[in-house]
Nanobody, 123 residues
Framework: VQLVESGGGLVQAGGSLRLTCTASGRSFSLNAMGWFRQAPGKERELVAVVSGGARTYYPDSVKGRFTASRDNTKNELYLEMNSLKPEDTAMYYC??????????????????WGQGTQVTVSS
């Protein structure tokens, strides 16, 4: 199983980016998938979760600015990020659960992780 993130980069504050996570090796159509981020010196934090049935959860820090979605036919997960702020700067990781569904918010419950894609927001 492999998760590969793409779409990161450098953007000015107020700008937008769209991240894509492409999964291979098995289908995750019935399982929760999520986006997490980690900035230097900080703990990994949840950014968005999408259940197998496309229910979503966002923490307050990104609610209204970030939108996560998935295309189960392509085995892909997306994160649309708008109104980016310098504090959004981090490595962004895609994650998937092996058996769980729902809006899984705990990083330890995710079984598969990508290598990450860097998002840098300049002020």
């Amino acid at each position: 199983v492999q998760l590969v993130e793409s779409g990161g980069g450098l953007v000015q504050a107020g700008g937008s980016l769209r991240l894509t996570c492409t999964a291979s090796g098995r289908s995750f159509s019935l399982n929760a998938m999520g986006w997490f981020r980690q900035a230097p010196g900080k703990e990994r934090e949840l950014v968005a979760v999408v259940s197998g049935g496309a229910r979503t959860y966002y923490p307050d820090s990104v609610k209204g600015r970030f939108t996560a979605s998935r295309d189960n036919t392509k085995n892909e997960l997306y994160l649309e990020m708008n109104s980016l702020k310098p504090e959004d700067t981090a490595m962004y990781y895609c994650a998937a659960t092996k058996t769980l569904d729902g809006t899984v918010q705990v990083a330890a419950w995710y079984d598969y992780w990508g290598q990450g894609t860097q998002v840098t927001v300049s002020s």
